[in-house]
């Protein structure tokens, strides 16, 4: 008896639009023998907790807070000893993020396998900016509105990182999702450049990228107190994968 593999994505987005999400489902590909399988049981748990169980010719049974949130009557196989082994989430949310094993056992051998799954709700807004302040200099912003988890934000210009930007953050009280913004005050206003914004989420392929051309001197006929908004979404994903799964 042996674990092959378990099937569990690196990351998964939330989709704001319900009509447009994909299944979460989590797979454990595994070899047992029909001889060998007295007092089979398969378990899987989040982070060490267990939440679900199947013994074969039984229902699957549902605990703790994934109590619900489970499709127990989800197969990919009519198998006997496979039927019940895949999840399917109902709702996934944000606090699913974490590690997920799945452990199967007889009365005479046990095996388990773990992976880390990375939930992601992706961002309501993605905004890069310029901004005139009263003393007469000029700041860059980039933010980041309504993500999870908290991403890596950066400025760059003409293709160089900025190393001494500004980092806010807020935590909404209600979601646990943040708003992200990034400040830089223009060392040379008068020149004229590339600006770049690009935010990721750690260990995942998630990454968003915007950019714009600034003129110096048609930026500064418009006025001390007028705010330029120079930056918009990007609608093509960056693919860059960090993980495998």
């Known amino acids: 008896m042996k674990i092959n593999r378990v099937r569990v994505p690196a990351s998964y987005n939330i989709s704001r639009d319900e009509s447009e999400s994909n299944p979460l489902i989590l797979g454990c590909d595994y070899e ?17 907790l267990q939440f679900y169980q199947w013994i074969p010719s039984r229902n699957p049974i549902v605990f703790s807070s994934f109590k619900g949130q489970i499709d127990v009557d989800y197969s990919e196989s009519e198998d006997r000893l496979h039927k019940h082994s895949a999840l399917k989430f109902i709702n996934p949310m944000s606090n699913y993020t974490g590690n997920y094993t799945c452990q199967i056992s007889t009365f ?6 773990t992976a880390h799954l990375q939930m992601i709700v992706p961002e309501s807004n993605f905004t890069l900016g310029l901004q005139r302040e009263t003393n007469g200099s000029t700041v860059v912003f980039c933010n980041v509105g309504e993500i999870f988890p908290l991403p890596e934000v950066s400025l760059s210009i003409d293709n160089e990182k900025v190393s001494d930007n500004v980092m806010s953050k807020e935590v909404l009280e209600f979601s646990g999702y943040y708003n992200v913004s ?3 005050i223009l060392p040379d206003q008068n020149r004229n450049m590339k600006l770049e914004c690009e935010f990721s989420i750690p260990s995942t392929d998630y990454t968003r ?6 003129n110096g001197s048609a930026f500064r006929a418009n006025g001390a107190s007028v705010q330029v908004f120079l930056g918009f979404i990007v609608t093509a994903t960056v693919a860059r994968m960090l993980t495998m799964f």
């Open 209 to 214: 990228r915007t950019s714009t051309n600034y």
């Open 108 to 113: 005479d051998d046990l095996a388990s396998a």
């Open 32 to 48: 047992i023998d029909e001889n060998e399988s007295k007092g089979f049981v398969l378990k899987w748990k989040h982070n060490d």
């Open 182 to 184: 990034v400040q830089y």
